[in-house]
C-alpha cells in the first residue's frame, strides 16, 4: 500500500515508475537503478494536491471527470483512479447485451460536455460516435457501440493535461478535519494524493441470496449475460437444466440468451424460471415522461417478455417450450421451499436478484483511529459520517451504485440509473460539489 503525493512535472497520463524509466534510458544513467531514481524523484518532490479526485472509470467516473473539468476553472489538476480504464462494467461485462436506452442517448451523453466535443471534434473518422450517429437514434443497440464510444472518451480524457490517471484500486480516504482535505491511499506505486473534493463512482456487481444447500453450481450471471460465454459453459450433447431466479431485466435478457441456445446450439436444454411476479411490468411512453422508466423492462427485454413470457403468454409461446415458471410469489419460507425442491434436479442456476454496491475505498476522518461509517443523500450525491452533522465533508458518489432518488409524477420513489441520467444528475451537482470544496 503506497500513500505518496502527485509527482509535479507529470502532467496527463503517467506512473512515476515509467516517466524515471523513459528518463532513465534517456539519460542513460547506469550508475543508478530505478528503484534509486524513484525514490529520489519522490524526495525532491514539492507536495502537490490535486483540485478533485475521481476513483472508478466507468460511465459515471468519466462523466465525473468531464463535469469536474468543465467546472474547476483554474488548472487544477484531477486525478482519476481505476485498475483498467477500460470504460467500467459495459465493456468488461456486457459488450453483447443490448441496450435498454435509446441510441440518442449514448449520442447525447458523448456531446454533453466541452472537454467531450473536444476529443470528439479531434478523433480520427470513422469512430465510436459516428458508428453511434449512423445508426437509428430513437432504436437501441448492442452495448458494445456504448463501450467503444466509453474507450474513446478515456483515451481523450487520459490525453488532457489537468488530468492524472493511476492504474490501481484505491483503498482508502483518510481525511483531515482541519485542513478539510483527504489523503487517497491506491495500490499502485505511484499513488497519491491530497484533495478537497473525492468522489466515489465505484459501481456494483450481481447480488447472490443464499441457496439452498443441494442446489447445483451457480453459472454468474455476467457469464449468463454473454452469450458468446454462455454456449461453451453449457454442454451441447447432453441434458441440461438450468435454474434462473429472478424477473427483472437482466433476468429477462438471460432468459432470452438461453432461449436462443435451445433454437441454435443446445436443443436439449430446459429451463425453470423462478419469479415473484408472473406478469412483468414494462418502461411506458407517457405524456412527456416515461412511466417505470427505471423499473420497467425496455428495448429487446420488452419485447421478448410480451411476446414469449407475460403471464399465460408462457403457456403458448415458443419459449414456453423450454422453459417453465416456478411461481415464487406467495412469501420467503414457499420460495425456499420451491427452490428446495425445484433446483434438485438442475445442473446449473442463475441468480439474476438485482446488483450490490462494489465495497468503497475505507473512510477514515481525524485520527483514522476507525473506519467511518457513511449516510448518503441521494438527492445531492453527498457523504456524511453517519454518526455526524449532515455537513458536507467533500466526498460524493454516482453512477449505479450511487444513483440519484427521484420522484416520479405517480408519486413514487426511484432511482435514476442509466448512461445519460447519470450525466443530467452530475451536470446538476457537479457545480455545487466544486462550489462546496472552495468554501
Ligand atoms: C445488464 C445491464 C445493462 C445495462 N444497460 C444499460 C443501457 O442500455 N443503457 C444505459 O445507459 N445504462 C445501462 N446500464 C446501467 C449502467 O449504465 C451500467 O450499470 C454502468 O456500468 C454503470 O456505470 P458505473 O460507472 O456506475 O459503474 P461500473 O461500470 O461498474 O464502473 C465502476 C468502475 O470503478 C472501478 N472501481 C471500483 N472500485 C474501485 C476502487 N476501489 N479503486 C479503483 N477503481 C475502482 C471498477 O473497476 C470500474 O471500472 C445497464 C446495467 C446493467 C447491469
Not at 339 to 348: I, N, T, V, Y
Amino acid at each position: 500500500m503506497h500513500a505518496v503525493r502527485i509527482l509535479p512535472g507529470c502532467s496527463g497520463s503517467f506512473t512515476a515508475r515509467s516517466v524515471l524509466i523513459r528518463e532513465y534510458r534517456q539519460r542513460t544513467i547506469s550508475s543508478f537503478s530505478v528503484g534509486q531514481l524513484v525514490r529520489q524523484f519522490r524526495q525532491n518532490a514539492t507536495p502537490k494536491d490535486a483540485a478533485a479526485v475521481v476513483v472508478g472509470a466507468g460511465p459515471a467516473g468519466i462523466a465525473v471527470v468531464g463535469n469536474l473539468l468543465e467546472q474547476i476553472k483554474d488548472d487544477g489538476k484531477i486525478v482519476w483512479v481505476d485498475e483498467q480504464f477500460q470504460g467500467g462494467r459495459i465493456n468488461k461485462f456486457y459488450r453483447e447485451v443490448p441496450g435498454n436506452t435509446a441510441v440518442k442517448l449514448f449520442v447525447d451523453y458523448a456531446e454533453a460536455l466541452k472537454p467531450f466535443q473536444h476529443i470528439l471534434n479531434t478523433a480520427h473518422k470513422p469512430n465510436a460516435i459516428t458508428a453511434l450517429e449512423k445508426l437509428p437514434q430513437s432504436g437501441t443497440c448492442s452495448l458494445s457501440y456504448a463501450g467503444d464510444m466509453l474507450n474513446l472518451l478515456t483515451a481523450g480524457l487520459r490525453q488532457h493535461p489537468r488530468i492524472q490517471t493511476v492504474e490501481g484500486k484505491a483503498t482508502s480516504a483518510h481525511l483531515d478535519p482541519q485542513s478539510k482535505h483527504w489523503t487517497l491511499t491506491t495500490t499502485s506505486e505511484s499513488s497519491l494524493t491530497t484533495s478537497p473534493l473525492v468522489v466515489y463512482c465505484t459501481g456494483a456487481f450481481p447480488s447472490t441470496t443464499p441457496l439452498p444447500p443441494s442446489s447445483p453450481p451457480t453459472i454468474p450471471l455476467d457469464t449468463a449475460l454473454t452469450p458468446s460465454i454462455l454456449s461453451t459453459t453449457i454442454p451441447r450433447d447432453q441434458p441440461f437444466t438450468i435454474g434462473v431466479i429472478g424477473g427483472s431485466h437482466s433476468a429477462i435478457l438471460v432468459l432470452m440468451n438461453l432461449y436462443k441456445l435451445t433454437t441454435t446450439s443446445h436443443p436439449l436444454l430446459k429451463i425453470k424460471w423462478f419469479t415473484r411476479h408472473p406478469t412483468l411490468r414494462y418502461a411506458v411512453q407517457k405524456d412527456g415522461y416515461i412511466q417505470y422508466d427505471n423499473t420497467g423492462l425496455k428495448g429487446k427485454a420488452a419485447e421478448f417478455g410480451r411476446t414469449q413470457l407475460d403471464g399465460d403468454v408462457l403457456l403458448t409461446s415458443d419459449a414456453g417450450k423450454f422453459i417453465t415458471r416456478i411461481d415464487c410469489s406467495g412469501g420467503k419460507e414457499k420460495e425456499w421451499a420451491l427452490l428446495e425442491r425445484e433446483l434438485k434436479d438442475c445442473q446449473g442456476v442463475v441468480q439474476a436478484v438485482g446488483y450490490t454496491p462494489a465495497p468503497i475505498p475505507e473512510v477514515r476522518i481525524g485520527d483514522g483511529k476507525e473506519v467511518v461509517k457513511l449516510r448518503k443523500d441521494a438527492r445531492t450525491g453527498a457523504f456524511y459520517a453517519e454518526d455526524g452533522e449532515k455537513k458536507s465533508i467533500g466526498l460524493f458518489g454516482a453512477g449505479i451504485a450511487f444513483p440519484e432518488e427521484v420522484d416520479t409524477p405517480e408519486g413514487e420513489r426511484e432511482y435514476a440509473v442509466g448512461m445519460w441520467k447519470f450525466m443530467k444528475f452530475l451536470k446538476r451537482v457537479v457545480p455545487e460539489w466544486v462550489e462546496g470544496s472552495r468554501a
